[in-house]
């Protein structure tokens, strides 16, 4: 079992920036995979960035340059370090970790880019 509790969301102004935090409840560097997911209203869940246990990362195409995925192995917390950020990506943003077979989620965070 994986507990995950984001925090970070809320409201901010485009080309603004903000942080989304994910704490999990077990060492980080024994999940094999931790990512931020994010889903907009009338979409699909669809993957932001992701960063495995050996901290190779990947994002998705609109986010590149722009986001960036990161760990405090100590505090068991992975990031999410959004710049200049777009109306484009309001969502809800959750946090995952793969583990073996088995997925787990965060309830979400609230992001929301003013124009």
Not at 14 to 33: M, P, T
Request: aromatic share 10%.
């Amino acid at each position: 079992q994986v507990q995950l509790v984001e925090s970070g969301g809320g409201l901010v102004q485009a080309g603004g920036s903000r942080r989304l935090s994910c704490a999990a409840s077990r060492d980080i560097l024994k999940i094999d995979v931790m990512a931020w997911y994010r889903q907009a209203p009338g979409e699909e869940r669809k993957l932001v960035a992701a960063i495995t246990s050996g901290e190779s990362t990947n994002y998705a195409d609109s986010v590149k340059g722009r986001f960036t995925i990161s760990r405090d192995t100590a505090k068991n917390t992975v990031y999410l370090q959004m710049n200049s950020l777009k109306p484009e990506d309001t969502a809800v943003y959750y946090c995952n970790a793969f583990v073996f077979t088995h997925a787990y989620w965060g309830q979400g965070t609230q992001v929301t880019v003013s124009s």
